[in-house]
């Protein structure tokens, strides 16, 4: 399992969606290994299969590009792309594995497309690997190269599996990771939750959980909660952090949104959805959003901007609701509509149990693996 992203520590949510299948695979069977690139922030983990890191600078202090998008990272850190990749064809090189599965196209996909093994390839592309290249052709050629080399490829949402056709994937399939319906199910006592977080009883609790960047749309949240504000007795929770957090919160504050908490890092996302009644999504930009289908399965009513592979997940007015990508009106109204649909929320959690299970995901994957590797 060749993957640029894999939690560096205890609690970190870099890649967890890599680890989670890793476990789940090892539990049927699958003797695997894990190769991961080294970074300046690590520390000690248990798995129950070695989780191997390589090194590609020759101080591990200098080692930041996972910590980073492709997409998102500075000139910095992009100059070290070649070392990065010189490394992982290397140590992916060696031993002699009955097949490769290397999570995102690019850089690694591409990487291992050069590896000199004859071990059959898999890739699973996750979004933003598909829309960086159609956006900036300047990826497209590696992006292409390592899609076609692939014996598999697999797409975590239909909407990723067209992007990854149209950069001319072949034998593609799509597999939704899924979720952990076990770990992210409704709470026991929400209002003993929320007491704990200050947060004020009666209110209708909305929120959205995620990485603070552009493609997220926050102002678009912030926007909506303005006029939802002033027609519902709502408080706003914004979980997660990034580069865009402390010009979010300025935005917040400058509209009076004093019902509006940005929470920062959420290490404990179960408890944190457990809080909310509507969980939004106005980004632009998804291959299918995991924190949405565990809101779903934690019992939100879910708002989400059309497409992205959110129309996947959500069937408008029988699980949850959608709205024009970028129209914080709508957004608003849709929340204001939730509102009064929280016994959809059943409704939500029944649609995760029965077709986004994460267990489902697995089988699917060992099947896949059996069907290349014998």
């Known amino acids: 399992m060749v993957t640029p992203c894999y939690p560096r520590f205890p609690g970190d949510f870099n890649g967890g969606f890599v680890r989670d299948l890793c476990l789940r695979l090892a539990e049927r069977g699958v003797d695997l290994a894990?190769?991961?690139?080294?970074?300046r922030t690590m520390g000690p983990q248990?798995?129950?299969y070695p989780v191997r890191r390589f090194p590609y600078l020759p101080l591990q202090v200098a080692e930041s590009l996972p910590e980073e998008t492709m997409k998102g990272a500075p000139l910095g850190r992009l100059v070290q792309l070649l070392p990065y990749m010189a490394s992982a064809i290397i140590h992916a090189s060696a031993g002699e594995p009955a097949l490769i599965h290397s999570h995102i196209?690019?850089?690694l996909g591409f990487a291992i497309s050069l590896a000199p093994v004859k071990a059959p390839r898999i890739i699973t592309c996750h979004g933003s690997d598909c829309t960086l290249p159609l956006d900036n052709p300047a990826y497209r050629p590696f992006t292409r190269h390592a899609l076609r080399r692939a014996d598999a490829v697999v797409t975590v949402s239909k909407y990723v599996e067209t992007l990854a056709r149209r950069l001319g994937a072949r034998n593609v399939e799509t597999i939704y990771l899924g979720v952990d319906t076990l770990r992210f199910k409704p709470p026991v006592d929400r209002r003993a939750?929320?007491?704990g977080f200050g947060v004020p009883d009666g209110a209708l609790v909305v929120g959205t959980l995620g990485r603070l960047v552009c493609e997220k749309n926050i102002p678009d949240l912030?926007?909506?909660a303005e006029t939802v504000s002033k027609k519902l007795d709502a408080f706003f929770l914004v979980g997660g952090d990034g580069p865009e957090r402390l010009r979010l919160e300025a935005v917040a504050r400058e509209k009076g949104l004093s019902n509006m908490v940005f929470t920062g890092a959420v290490r404990d996302a179960p408890s944190f959805?457990?809080?909310?009644d509507v969980f939004t999504l106005p980004s632009s930009r998804e291959g299918l959003s995991l924190s949405l289908q565990e809101a779903m399965a934690t019992?939100?009513?879910?708002v989400s901007a059309n497409g992205h592979g959110s129309d996947e997940v959500i069937e408008e007015g029988e699980n949850g609701f959608l709205h024009p990508p970028g129209d914080a009106a709508a957004l608003a109204e849709k929340i204001i509509e939730a509102a009064d649909s929280l016994h959809l929320s059943k409704k939500a959690r029944s649609t995760i149990v029965q077709r986004f299970d994460a267990e489902v995901g697995a089988d699917l994957y060992a099947e896949l693996y059996h069907r290349l590797a014998f």
């Not at 894990?34 to 970074?39: N, T, Y």
């Not at 019992?299 to 879910?302: A, H």
């Open 46 to 48: 248990d798995a129950p």
């Open 105 to 107: 196209a690019i850089p």
């Open 34 to 39: 894990v190769l991961a690139p080294r970074s």
């Open 299 to 302: 019992g939100c009513v879910p």
């Open 273 to 276: 959805l457990g809080l909310l």
């Open 222 to 224: 912030i926007e909506a």
């Open 193 to 195: 939750l929320r007491a």
